[in-house]
Structure formats: C-alpha cells, structure tokens
C-alpha cells in the first residue's frame, strides 16, 4: 500500500485541528485520528481568551512586555527565542481565527475588544465570550468538515491509541476502533501527536515505547526540539503533548495562543523542509498480532481487583502525596504505593467480556501507563530540590536558579525512570532576581 | 448518602434486542447522572446482586459544553452532567436518544449531525485562511447574536425532540440551520449569502421545519432557534422570490 503526500495527526483538539488545515491548504491529504468523535474534545474547558500585544488601548503594551510577563511566569525555565516568536505571531493568529468566523469580544465602535486579565498589568486578552475555546473548536470544525467534502481530510474517529512501531523511518501507529474493537495499523513517515489524552495516557504509552519526558513534575509533555520534533526522527509533538511553551500557559490567555503557535510553527517547519510524506507499509503484521493477542488476554482477565476503583486510588495518591506543596518523605510514600498499586494491577479482573464496545478492557490496558506517567512525575518532584512555578516543595521553598535553571528530561526505563537535565534557553531575556514573589502555602 | 433506585435501558449490540436492568445505589444527593454511573462501574451489580457487565455511556467536560452526553431521562432530553440526582423521581429511568441508531447502552451514533452540516456547507468559504495570516478581515458582526449561536455544541437535543425528523422526512433539523445563521452574520458570510440559501432552501433544508417549537424548549443553551428558524424562513422565501422576478 503506497500512498502520496500524507500526514498522520493524532488529536481532535485546537492544535490538531489548525495543524491539519494548515496542510491541508498546502495540498497535503491529512489523516486525522482520533478517541472521540470529531465534533467533540476536551479543549473546550480551556478557560480565558488570547493574547495578543496590539497596544490597542495605548497602555504602553508591547511584544517584548508580553513576551516578559511571560517568562516571568514560566519562571525563567522556557526556550525564549520560540517563546518570543509566539508573542511576536500573537496578532496574526487572531488576523486567522477572526477571517474564519470567531465572534470575539467587540468594543462599541466594533472593533476588538482587548481586556485586561488578572495577572497582567496591560489590556491584551481578546475572549470571545465565556467559552473562547468552544467558538475557535467549532469554527476550526466547520473548516475541516469543508477539507473533508473535499477529500483533503480523512476522518479517524472513535480509536485507542496502542502503540507505534518504528521501522525504516516510516512509523505505523497501532491503533483499535473502540466500537467493532478491530485493531489496525496507520503506516506514514512523519506523525503529530496533538492530543495527549485522557490523564495523558497517550504521552505514557509514548514514553513507554522510548520518547523522552521532559519536566513532569510541572505537567510538561514530550520532549521536543524547537521544531517540535522529539527524539525520535518523524514523531512531532505540539500543543498540550509537547513541553514547550507550557511554563507560559499559566498567565492567562497564553494557553490558547500556545496551542495555536505550536500547531502553525510544527506545520510550517515540516512543509519548508519538503519532507517526502510517502509511507509504505512494511512488515508490521507482527506486532498486530501480538497486539491482537494482549487484547484477547485482556478480555479473559477474571481477577478480583476492579480496575476503577485501582484508579480511584492513584487519583487519591496523586492528589494527597504527589500535588502541592510537595514534601520528601511524602513523595517516596506515593513512589513505593504506587509500586503497590502496580501488584495489585496484576491481580485485575474485568466484569465485561463482550467484544462489542468493550469500554472497559480500553479503561484496564490504559491504566498500567498511568503508573508508569506517575513514576516519572515523583522521580522529577524528588530530584528538583526547589520551589519554582507549580512545583512547590515544603523543604527547599527557595528557588534555586544555580542548580535548577534546567529542563528535566527523563528516560523510559522499567526498573524505574532516569533523569537528565538539559540548559534553558535564556538568551533574549537574562535572570534578574526581581519580581519572583513568594506564596506561603499552608 | 441516599439509596437512588435507578432503571437503566441497555443494549449489547446495534442489533440485538434491548432491555431494562435495575440498580440500587448509595449516592450523596448532590450528585449527577453520570456521577452515578460512575458509581455503578465500580461495583457493576444490578438490584438483584448479580454481576453484570458495567453500563456504557459517552462523556467527557461535565460542564455542558461538548454536548457527550445527551440522554433522555425521565422521559425528558437532559444533557446527564447537568441532572442532580435529588431532582429525579425516583425509580429514575435514563435512555439512549431515540432518533438515533444505539451502539450499545446509552452511547448513539450521532453522525447525522455531522452529515447535516457537510450537505448545508455551514463554513465559510476563504483561501489562505491560515497560508496567509497577514489578510485582514474586520468581524462587523452582531457579537452578541452569533455568541449565542456558536455555542450550539452540537448535543442532538433539538432533533431528538422534532417532529420532522423522522424515517419518512429528509429535514436535517434546526441545530445546521442554527450554524447556516451565525456563518450567515460573520462579515465573509455575508458574501456568500446566495450559497448559504440556496442551501436551505433543497431537500432537507428550512421548507421541513413544521414549527413545532419544541426545539427552543429542549435545548441545553437556550439558542434561540425558533427565532432563527423564522428569520431564515423569511430571508429564503425573498430569495426565491428575487430569483423569479428578478
């Protein structure tokens, strides 16, 4: 099977959506695979609007402000070159999303309306009412419904991600349909993963199969370089699946922005370089019938342990020993219950047996990828030994910019994760001491 | 904690018959639907204390904007995250929406919907959209009307309480016509209005609408779709009038 000039997404949220419409335009056919059916993600709950610095209001706003509250709030442990490029697209992209249909915010005298957010000193956050992430999802749909009566965009809907194979630098995703529950592969040379999934049980299954993490006691996502390539050649990660950019999510109206910048920088850099997008399907047979054999083993488990409530307590775990503030001896207890946890997987039991729709056979193979999700984020916890951002611990509650100004990056290994750090990018905008305010936590 | 006696209609298969099982569960009174169906998961035993395989349902936000998890409960088309269980008369009985084909359980193929929209063309027709992100276009829209219009999440609320929507009527039901609207008012719409009612006015467009009004009254965001329906109406029929006399 041969076929020209194709791309692989996975994802149905803002970033996968723009990525794929983006090669779409360039007349690139798109495969868009995904859990849920288009019409549906997650991304709605994204709060707050866009920012883009226009200076519309004559407040004294400018790219470099936003690009320095910015930072600011990723404290200081963000690339700054791409961080800028993003303040630097902010108002082309809303240029994009308002052509398309967006119903943003309107002043009196109809033009946009900038406003000013908690966490800022200048007016720049454009909503569109209540639920921005809602208007632009449903804008960027209608779009790809439009490439779909085209036949540009095909439509994956309804698929659990399994695994991807790695074979002659063509990759194949695995991948079941949760509704006849058949599993297939998806053959192409060069893949995006956009959305990280429910708990980021996808970013798991990724890191378990050899891509680097990279700061996962701040949520983090896959490891990317600038182009949003990880460490392994042709598997391209962007919006809430890559690192990057997420330190700046927390100052409002940045979230958005990142999704859509890392969408349009990732398809951009992938066309420029011309890749040959032609993907052959090469011996693979093997691994779907291994695959197939999990999924039959999976279904004939008769243990004791529930699988959700097994879930309930790792949520339990997270919440009490993992979240903030963060305390030595409390992580080490979360790490060996877990281990715990992960016995007690073994001895799990499924109360559905139908090979129809089996939601709860997805539910038991997603669940041992938690785990494994949960590893790394306490080993990153315990080795970070400061405060900076969402990572707060009670022991070492100063911000240690000598040891810890670093990106964590860490290594799939089942005897336990491995830890590296890597140097942040601050090149543009150097460290002051300034600003840094300190929350006591109780 | 409250015991909620809850009857649920299950299906194992789009063609396999379906049949109402019975839970007993302990609840705090706060909860919702789908918080009790979470609770039946955990313990999949119906009222009898046999185990059974644990229902299967579709739902993702929980704060009524992806439009998941449209049921019909009590007889009435609710989306389950917004129900509290202490509002429901109890045993509370929850179904799959009837107009569309079940997969299994409580989850329907709405893929309707999305048929609707690709056959109405409800986009806006622009090249270079995100090529080129240097062209400008100023949005002279009513803002309010269309905030209103795209929060339309696409649920099926309106087409499982018409009708018109039956095997023996092509209409494609108000939720397409609500979006044909707010493309219509963006200011790139407006360009393209001849397309948009030459649309509406084919098979399955503005002409199945019987004006039932029970659409407005089921929907979850309160979109003012008879409102729309009427003003659509009027605009096809001066369209279709303009394009005889000229």
């Known amino acids: 099977m041969t076929e020209k000039k194709h791309i692989v997404i996975w994802g149905n949220g803002i970033a996968a959506l723009t990525a794929a419409l983006r090669f779409a335009e360039e007349g690139i056919t798109v495969k868009i695979v995904c859990e849920t059916s288009l019409l549906r993600s997650i991304d709605v709950l994204i709060p707050h609007g866009i920012n883009a610095a226009t200076n519309y209001w004559n407040d004294g706003d400018s790219i470099t402000n936003h690009f320095e509250e910015s930072v600011e709030c990723a404290g200081h442990l963000i690339s700054q070159s791409l961080l800028y490029k993003m303040c630097e697209q902010a108002p082309k992209i809303i240029n994009f999303l308002e052509r398309a249909g967006v119903p943003f915010d309107r002043t009196v005298e109809k033009e946009l309306f900038f406003q000013k957010t908690a966490d800022s000193d200048f007016k720049r956050c454009v909503p569109a009412g209540p639920h921005t992430a809602q208007k632009i999802l449903k804008v960027l749909q209608s779009q790809l419904l439009r490439f779909e009566s085209k036949k540009l965009i095909t439509c994956f809907e309804g698929y659990e991600f399994l695994r991807h194979i790695e074979n002659e630098n063509t990759h194949s995703l695995v991948v079941q349909n949760i509704k006849n529950q058949e599993i297939t592969a998806i053959p192409t040379q ?88 032609v993907a052959e399907n090469n011996k693979i047979e093997v691994y779907l019938n291994r695959e197939q054999e999990n999924w039959q083993a999976l279904l004939d488990l008769t243990g004791p342990e529930n699988s959700y409530r097994l879930f309930d307590e790792w949520e339990q775990i997270m919440i009490q020993k993992v979240d903030c503030p963060r305390r030595e001896d409390r992580l080490l207890e979360a790490s060996q219950e877990i281990k715990k946890l992960k016995d007690r997987f073994l001895r799990v039991g499924l109360n559905d047996h139908k090979t129809w729709m089996n939601t709860e056979s997805v539910f038991v193979r997603r669940l041992p990828r938690l785990f494994s999700l949960a590893e790394a984020r306490i080993a990153g916890a315990l080795y970070r030994q400061e405060s900076r951002g969402t990572h707060q611990r009670k022991d070492y509650p100063e911000r240690d910019d000598n040891r810890f100004l670093k990106t964590t990056k860490v290594k799939f290994n089942p005897a336990g994760p491995e830890i590296f750090y890597e140097n942040c990018d601050d090149s543009l905008y150097p460290l002051k001491n300034t600003k840094y305010q300190k929350i006591e936590v109780a | 904690m409250t015991l909620i006696h809850l009857k649920i209609k299950r299906q194992d298969k789009p063609e396999s018959p379906s049949y109402f099982e019975n839970f007993q569960i302990m609840a705090e009174s706060g909860a919702t639907i789908i918080s009790a169906l979470q609770i039946i998961r955990k313990n999949p035993r119906n009222i009898s204390g046999k185990v059974v ?25 609710r989306q389950a995250c917004q129900v509290l269980l202490k509002d429901c008369t109890q045993p509370i009985v929850i179904e799959p929406l009837k107009k569309f084909p079940v997969i299994r359980d409580l989850v329907v193929d709405r893929y309707f919907l999305r048929q609707a929209q690709e056959k109405m063309t409800a986009w806006n027709d622009l090249d270079a959209m995100i090529t080129n992100l240097e062209l400008e276009q100023k949005n002279q829209i009513d803002s309010e009307q269309a905030l209103t219009l795209a929060g339309c999440h696409s649920c099926g609320a309106c087409l499982e309480s018409c009708p018109q929507i039956n095997t023996n009527s092509s209409f494609l039901g108000p939720a397409v016509i609500a979006a044909q609207q707010f493309y219509l008012t963006s200011t790139l719409g407006q360009k393209q209005k001849s397309r948009f009612l030459s649309a509406l006015m084919e098979e399955g467009g503005i002409a199945g609408c019987s004006n039932a009004q029970n659409c407005v009254r089921h929907c979850p965001k309160e979109l003012p779709l008879t409102t729309v329906l009427a003003k659509i109406s009027r605009e096809t029929n001066h369209f279709a009038l303009k394009k005889i006399f000229g």
Do not use: M
Request: glycine share 10%; net charge neutral.
């Open chain 1, 190 to 277: 060069t893949v995006i993963f956009a959305d990280p999934g429910w708990q980021h049980h996808c970013l798991a299954a990724l890191f378990e199969q050899g891509v680097f993490l990279a700061n996962p006691e701040f949520s983090g996502g896959l490891w990317t370089g600038e182009t949003f390539e990880t460490n392994k050649k042709g598997i391209y990660a962007i919006g809430d699946c890559s690192f990057r950019l997420k330190g700046a999510k927390p100052l409002q109206g940045n979230y958005l922005l990142g999704l859509l910048f890392s969408a349009l920088e990732c398809s951009c850099n992938i066309i420029q370089n011309k890749k040959t997008f």
């Open chain 2, 53 to 77: 395989a644990p229902v299967v349902w579709e739902s993702l936000c929980h704060k009524n904007l992806c439009g998941s998890c449209t049921l019909i409960i009590n007889g009435k088309v």
